[in-house]
């Protein structure tokens, strides 16, 4: 076989955690199938299990057969598509957009970014990055040959910035900066507060903020969005998506919204990698963005219901844990000296100890912090997109291990 060396902006990139994890949670399932043993219970990823609202289902289905649906579709995605995220985003956010070029649909806002990172970043580039946070930001950031400045968020902190922190860092030579609020692994909210001080952080040092946003409506009083603040629309991106708060992660629906001079630079970049998305996708998420409050008040009594659940998992644990956390996760630290894993796996950090221990004897997964940055190595972070009767399954399994 020929030597064919993978390019170097792939050494500092491996793959995904949660698809290695997937990988051997599928040989361990078929080896438990084997024994006659259950399945793994699997409450480490954030793939709602609900079902979409029912006009979107329905207006695809009307409109898939139709004659003209099947071509290639504009790179910016239909006009219709466009007008619904801006009356999406003024109904919810109070936050008006020009839906003909302050708007681009994306293939599910993960598109967004590493389109951004390729539209904004040059070989050398500093970007700051939250620890912990999403680990596609840094795995971007490498494939745009960029490096990586950590800013630390911490439970004394509230999962917040630290701007002294922030300001110390030399923020002068920043180029783009990362958030995501509601946070994800922590479910720390966002405040109009905070929105403020980072857009007020960015326009003082000349950087590019670029606002995660797909879980604002999930297990949160009001939607916030960046772009409210006065100035953002400067200094700010913000992606968004159909995924968590409509139940439709693998229709792979999304957007980013911004200034038109920012917006086109990602339509450079996406024009030379896709032809734009399926049309009757494009005409469903127009009906998905039109539901009422009625629909996230159910969505969100479900999620609370099952967030008590976890809650009485984390108890029997012993973890410690924000009872009123946003998104689609429960975070939750990790006693030192817990029993479970007092003498287990030494030398591995306390979320993989805990992590490993229910996976090999429970039968029930939970990703470790550490997946998330240095700064969630003593934390285990648990989905909600599991129904109350799995969750409850899984509380069983746990209660059965020595120790609890």
């Given amino acids: 076989m020929i030597d064919i060396r993978p390019a170097r902006r792939t050494e500092g990139v491996r793959e995904y955690y949660f698809s290695l994890k997937n990988k051997e949670m599928a040989r361990l399932n078929a080896e438990r199938e084997a024994r ?12 709602p299990n609900g ?15 139709l004659p003209g649906q099947h071509g290639y579709q504009n790179y910016t995605g239909n006009p219709e598509l466009r007008s619904a995220f801006a009356s999406w985003y003024r109904r919810y956010y109070g ?53 990586i400045v950590t800013y630390n968020l911490t439970e004394e902190s509230g999962w917040m910035p630290d701007f002294d922190e922030l300001e110390s860092l030399d923020p002068d030579g ?29 326009l ?13 409506f999930i ?58 998305m399926f049309k009757p996708l494009q005409m469903a998420a ?14 969100n009594a479900e999620y609370r219901r099952r967030r008590d659940v976890v809650h009485n998992i984390y108890d029997t644990l012993g973890l410690r844990y924000n009872p009123d956390s946003a998104g689609l996760f429960v975070w939750g630290r990790i006693p030192e000296n817990h029993p479970l894993i007092r003498e287990y796996a030494v030398g591995k950090t306390l979320g993989e100890r805990l992590s490993d221990r229910l996976l090999y004897d429970a039968g029930v997964f939970m ?38």
């Fill in 36 to 47: 006659g043993e259950e399945r793994i219970v699997n409450l480490g990823i954030g793939s």
């Fill in 51 to 65: 079902m979409p609202p029912l006009p979107a289902i329905q207006k695809l289905v009307e409109t898939a057969p």
């Fill in 95 to 147: 936050v008006d957009l020009d839906p003909a070029v302050e708007i681009q649909p994306l293939v599910g806002s993960k598109e967004g970014i590493l389109l951004t990172s390729l539209a904004f970043l040059d070989p050398g580039d500093r970007v700051l990055i939250p620890d912990p946070g999403y680990p596609t930001y840094s795995s971007a950031t490498r494939l745009a040959e960029a490096e």
């Fill in 174 to 202: 920043i180029k783009l900066m990362w958030i995501n609020y509601p946070h994800m692994p922590t479910g720390t909210k966002a405040t109009p507060e905070l929105y403020r001080r980072i857009v007020d952080f960015a």
């Fill in 204 to 216: 003082r040092h000349n950087i590019l903020v670029v606002n995660d946003n797909p879980y604002s």
């Fill in 219 to 276: 297990l949160c009083d009001k939607p916030l969005s960046i772009l409210s603040v006065p100035g953002a629309k400067e200094c700010c991106l913000e992606m968004n998506s159909l995924s968590k708060a409509h139940n439709m992660a693998g229709w792979r629906i999304g957007m980013i919204a911004g200034n038109s001079s920012l917006i086109a630079e990602v339509l450079k970049v996406k024009s030379q990698m896709d032809s734009g």
């Fill in 286 to 299: 127009v009906e998905a963005l039109s539901s009422g409050p009625e629909w996230f008040e159910a969505l």
């Fill in 367 to 404: 990703a470790p912090g550490i997946v998330f940055g240095r700064g969630g190595s003593d934390f285990l972070r648990c989905s909600l997109c599991a129904d109350i009767p799995v969750l409850e399954s899984a509380l069983k399994k746990i209660l059965n291990l020595q120790g609890c």
